[in-house]
Structures are given as C-alpha cells and as structure tokens.
C-alpha cells in the first residue's frame, strides 16, 4: 500500500470540493431516521424492516443513532437522497432475516451506496448475506459497512465485494484513506467522529465504527457523483487512488 501511505481523499481538495454527493441515492440501514432534524434536513424515504424481514411504513428513529450516521453522511454528501431502512427497534439489535432483506430494499431502490454501519460478526451468517452482497453488486449497488474493528471480523463488510472500513481516531473527519486489515485486504479508513454538535463535547457525542463508516459513505457519495459509471469495489479503490492527494505535512 506504498501509494497510499502519504495520501488521502480530501472533501477541500479536487474534485471533491467542488461535489456534493447530487443525485446519488444512499439507504442508511440502521436505526430508521428523524427526518426534522435539522442535521438531516429530509430523507427522499424509507421502511421499516422486521426481524422476521417484513415491512412497515413508520421509519421514525426513536434511538437516535441512525439519525447520527444520517447526519455524518449529510454533512459531507448534502445532496445526496438519503432513504431510511429501518431494522433497528428499541436496541441496536435485529436478525439476519432483516439485514438481508434491508439491502434488497435498498438495491430495488435503486440506491448506489448502501450505508451498513453496523452488522454481524456472526459467520453463520455469512453465506446468506455474501449472496445478497453479491445481488446488490450485480446491480450496481455498493454496501458500505464496518470490515474489522477491535479484533472483531464483521460482516458484511468483510466480505468480497463490498467496502470494507477500518477506524482510526487520527484520520481527520473530512478525509478517507485507504489501509489494510490483518489479512492485507484493502478497506477504507475514517475517523470514528460523527457531526459536531454545538455545546457538546467529542468526548460525550456518539462515536465509533459506525461514524467510520458514515464518513467513508458521505465522501463515496461524491466519488459517484462524479463518475456515476463506477459500480464495483474494485473501480472504487482505482477511483479513489485516481483522486487521492497528499496529507498535509503536520499529518
């Protein structure tokens, strides 16, 4: 990863700066979203989904972290159609059943990201849940989730053909890079820092992989904006070494 070690996608640098994510559909599958917030500013939709895969209209966040991770991505992709899928009720708890059929929703849609902040670390479910990857992928659509976090292999986002994301609280907010996991397969890395909210420390917001993957989304969005042909990993990875620039020196 050489040609990656001193540089970085950048929201301030070209052609980034000058893209905001227009017209690219992205399915936050989590908690549902609280479309009001003023974070947000809307969503072009949703479901909600059940354990046992059954749909339901009201997408309504009532956990708040779902509404987060919307924010994440608004704040980098402002734009972009945000769709709520909702598979998370009163924990962050839900079934194979629901993931799975959350990234069917969403790739039906017609959604290009499909932001999957959480997931399983369960390998039983791993058969079910790499041939939805592989649907969605066949259609163009790219499922975005956490790859490795604490020692922890999660899934889907381990496996092949989707985007995988790593943590690191050194990456600034604003920036993507490109790592590898334990194994030496690529993955995007972020900060685990969602939105500011004024008044309120870092310390005492939310935070974590699933910010990570958040802030990866929100700058892929405007990769696609900007080459809306790009419908694997594998052209995300050159796109995004196309686009890279290098860190500041103080990083």
Not at 130 to 159: M, N, T
Not at 182 to 191: L, P, Y
């Amino acid at each position: 990863m050489e040609e990656w070690e001193h540089r970085e996608l950048r929201l301030d640098a070209t052609p980034l700066d000058e893209l905001r994510g227009e017209g690219v559909r992205v399915a936050v599958v989590d908690s549902g979203i609280h479309a009001a917030h003023p974070h947000v500013g809307g969503v072009a939709g949703g479901v909600a989904i059940g354990s046992d895969g059954s749909e339901a209209d009201d997408y309504v966040d009532w956990l708040g972290h779902g509404t987060a991770v919307a924010a994440a991505i608004r704040e980098k992709a402002p734009r972009a159609e945000l769709f709520a899928v909702k598979v998370f009720g009163d924990r962050l708890a839900t079934s194979c059943d629901a993931l799975v059929r959350a990234i069917e929703w969403a790739a039906g849609r017609e959604a290009r990201l499909v932001n999957l902040s959480l997931g399983t670390s369960n390998p039983a479910h791993e058969a079910r849940l790499a041939a939805a990857v592989k649907e969605a992928a066949e259609r163009g659509v790219l499922v975005v989730s956490a790859r490795q976090s604490d020692g922890v292999r999660w899934l889907p986002g381990s496996i092949p053909g989707a985007i995988g994301v790593l943590l690191d609280w050194s990456c600034p907010r604003h920036a993507v890079r490109v790592g590898t996991d334990h194994q030496g397969a690529r993955a995007f890395v972020a900060s685990g820092f969602p939105r500011p909210i004024p008044g309120v420390s870092p310390a005492r917001n939310l935070g974590g992989i699933s910010f990570a993957v958040a802030n990866v989304t929100g700058v892929l969005a405007r990769l696609v904006e900007a080459e809306p042909e790009v419908d694997s990993t594998g052209q995300v990875f050159a796109l995004a070494r196309r686009h890279a620039v290098l860190r500041p020196a103080s990083q």
